[in-house]
């Protein structure tokens, strides 16, 4: 028998109800006799429900989207150890599938190689062909061409596409082992009134809180980054359809309204099949349309624009900046002219610009999470829950975002998150989302998609 259980819906509205009347009687220490009689209660009522519940193999647990583990997977007493099998039998078989393609591989380079060599003897034997020598020519260069094509795509397989489907079913694992004992942590948190004693716990003052000192010392910055972007080439022309840009502009006014921002949000859709916004220091936030076409629903873009504008909000960009180095500077070539790195950077805002908006705390796929930007990914991604949540958003959508992503074959579609040696920090990444959402208070409805949304995402297509 699996050590993983699904409660059923009848036990998750009892859960639901019961965190709505604990938010409402025992949240800021007062304690009634009606909220104490309550948690006794509720135990008594889990535990017999856990224990008539059905158990859930653990292959179907790994193929369900991170947001539905949040609500589904348990994990019975004194089980942990049966994981480790599990982790390795997952490890063994991405390995197996790593090693088979890239024997795929070097088969095919062998024959590309032995298909020039014929070549070469070809050219060797003769200063003109005959018929049968240009028949053997072309079918020749059709074979080489179609096993160079072979190569590229079984170097993106291995590197890739396999890597990460597995690491994807690895963090899945890590979230089984580790959600319930956090869960739990944060049901009794919550109920020992200590939910708002957590880092940006204080929602219920989003917006008239103070999260960073002195943001509007950063619009001149952001500002100059833009131009200086914009006459190198770095930046995406505006995408030239008034109704996308309309909408977007609404739904990040809508966003930003219920954050904790405090400088004006200028919003761009680009004209980029990209999927990573470019965030600037000061407000300035650049969608490319690539962006809204991979999400699914209006939620999960709001979950990767409400995270965007919590950068904006916490000064990343001009944070970080403190931090780093010229030298751990990265741009996507196709996106930089030659003019660039011949001239130099001619001031900081387009090194802000360069380095904290195409390639670094200004993306969506961040491209590595070391150092302080780790700190300052799992602040965005627990003050964008917040916001989303406060904007009347399914608070899950970043999470459902990811999900979309995982299942995407395109390379260019994996976030770099999901390399091998990261699965332990998505998992966590994964973990802090989920205890965020926790925490908040949940609310009888939740925007997940409009009509508006998918009209725009048609007009894309």
Same mark, same amino acid.
């Given at each position: 028998?699996?050590?993983?259980?699904?409660?059923?819906?009848?036990?998750?509205?009892?859960?639901?109800?019961?965190?709505?009347?604990?938010h409402?009687?025992?949240?800021?220490?007062?304690?009634?006799?009606?909220?104490?009689?309550?948690?006794?209660?509720?135990?008594?009522?889990?535990?017999?429900?856990?224990?008539?519940?059905?158990?859930?193999?653990?292959?179907?647990?790994?193929?369900?989207?991170?947001?539905?583990m949040?609500?589904?997977?348990?994990?019975?007493?004194?089980?942990?150890?049966?994981?480790?099998?599990?982790?390795?039998?997952?490890?063994?078989?991405?390995?197996e599938?790593?090693?088979?393609?890239?024997?795929?591989?070097?088969?095919?380079?062998?024959?590309?190689?032995?298909?020039?060599?014929?070549?070469?003897?070809?050219?060797?034997?003769?200063?003109?062909?005959?018929?049968?020598?240009?028949?053997?020519?072309?079918? =020749? /260069? #059709?074979?080489?061409? $179609?096993?160079?094509?072979?190569?590229?795509?079984?170097?993106?397989?291995?590197?890739?596409? &396999? @890597?990460?489907?597995?690491?994807?079913?690895?963090?899945?694992?890590?979230?089984?082992?580790?959600?319930?004992?956090?869960?739990?942590?944060?049901?009794?948190?919550?109920?020992?009134?200590?939910?708002?004693?957590?880092?940006?716990g204080?929602?219920?003052?989003?917006?008239?809180?103070?999260?960073?000192?002195?943001?509007?010392?950063?619009?001149?910055?952001?500002?100059?980054?833009?131009?200086?972007?914009?006459?190198?080439?770095?930046?995406?022309?505006?995408?030239?359809?008034?109704?996308?840009?309309?909408?977007?502009?609404?739904?990040a006014?809508?966003?930003?309204?219920?954050s904790?921002?405090?400088?004006? =949000? /200028? #919003?761009?859709?680009i $004209?980029?099949?990209?999927?990573?916004?470019?965030?600037?220091?000061?407000?300035?936030?650049? &969608? @490319?349309?690539g962006?809204?076409?991979?999400?699914?629903?209006?939620?999960?873009?709001?979950?990767v624009?409400?995270?965007?504008?919590?950068?904006?909000?916490?000064?990343?960009g001009?944070?970080?900046?403190?931090?780093?180095?010229?030298?751990?500077?990265?741009?996507?070539?196709?996106?930089?002219?030659?003019?660039?790195?011949?001239?130099?950077?001619?001031?900081?805002?387009?090194?802000?610009?360069?380095?904290?908006?195409?390639?670094?705390?200004?993306?969506?796929?961040?491209?590595?999470?070391?150092?302080?930007?780790?700190?300052?990914?799992?602040?965005?991604?627990?003050?964008?829950?917040?916001?989303?949540?406060?904007?009347g958003?399914?608070?899950?959508?970043?999470?459902?975002?990811?999900?979309?992503?995982?299942?995407?074959e395109?390379?260019?579609?994996?976030?770099?998150?999901?390399?091998?040696?990261?699965?332990?920090?998505?998992?966590?990444?994964?973990?802090?989302?989920?205890a965020?959402?926790?925490?908040?208070?949940?609310?009888?409805?939740?925007?997940?998609?409009?009509?508006?949304?998918?009209?725009?995402?048609?007009?894309?297509?």
């Open positions: 028998m699996s050590p993983f259980v699904t409660f059923s819906p009848q036990v998750r509205q009892l859960q639901i109800a019961s965190r709505r009347f604990v409402a009687e025992c949240i800021g220490g007062h304690v009634t006799p009606k909220c104490s009689v309550l948690v006794v209660t509720l135990s008594l009522h889990f535990t017999a429900a856990a224990q008539q519940a059905d158990w859930v193999p653990i292959e179907v647990q790994l193929e369900q989207p991170y947001v539905a949040q609500e589904a997977a348990r994990l019975a007493a004194n089980s942990r150890a049966q994981l480790r099998p599990v982790r390795s039998a997952i490890e063994r078989e991405r390995d599938k790593i090693n088979q393609c890239r024997d795929a591989r070097k088969h095919s380079q062998r024959a590309q190689s032995t298909a020039r060599k014929e070549l070469k003897e070809i050219n060797g034997s003769a200063s003109r062909d005959t018929d049968s020598m240009a028949a053997r020519r072309e079918t =020749l /260069h #059709v074979q080489i061409a $179609d096993l160079e094509h072979a190569i590229r795509n079984s170097a993106i397989e291995c590197d890739h596409l &396999i @890597p990460a489907a597995f690491e994807v079913k690895l963090a899945k694992l890590h979230l089984i082992e580790h959600w319930p004992k956090r869960r739990d942590e944060i049901a009794r948190r919550i109920e020992d009134g200590r939910a708002r004693k957590r880092k940006h204080d929602i219920d003052d989003i917006g008239y809180r103070r999260i960073v000192k002195q943001p509007e010392e950063d619009i001149a910055v952001g500002q100059q980054a833009a131009q200086q972007m914009t006459s190198s080439g770095l930046m995406p022309s505006p995408l030239q359809d008034l109704d996308i840009q309309h909408y977007v502009r609404e739904l006014g809508k966003i930003a309204e219920s904790d921002l405090k400088v004006p =949000l /200028h #919003v761009t859709v $004209d980029s099949p990209n999927i990573a916004p470019i965030t600037l220091p000061g407000g300035f936030l650049y &969608i @490319p349309f962006l809204i076409r991979a999400a699914e629903t209006e939620a999960q873009l709001a979950g624009m409400s995270r965007e504008i919590a950068r904006i909000a916490s000064r990343h001009t944070r970080a900046s403190k931090r780093s180095f010229m030298s751990k500077l990265f741009v996507p070539a196709a996106q930089v002219t030659t003019g660039l790195f011949t001239g130099g950077f001619s001031n900081a805002g387009t090194y802000y610009g360069v380095n904290y908006g195409l390639q670094g705390l200004g993306t969506l796929v961040d491209r590595a999470l070391v150092e302080s930007a780790e700190k300052y990914q799992k602040e965005a991604d627990q003050l964008g829950v917040q916001y989303a949540w406060k904007a958003f399914d608070p899950s959508g970043f999470i459902a975002f990811l999900d979309s992503l995982a299942k995407d395109p390379v260019s579609r994996v976030p770099i998150v999901f390399r091998q040696g990261q699965v332990e920090k998505l998992g966590k990444r994964l973990l802090n989302e989920f965020e959402i926790e925490y908040l208070p949940h609310k009888e409805s939740y925007r997940t998609d409009s009509v508006e949304f998918q009209k725009i995402k048609e007009a894309l297509q």
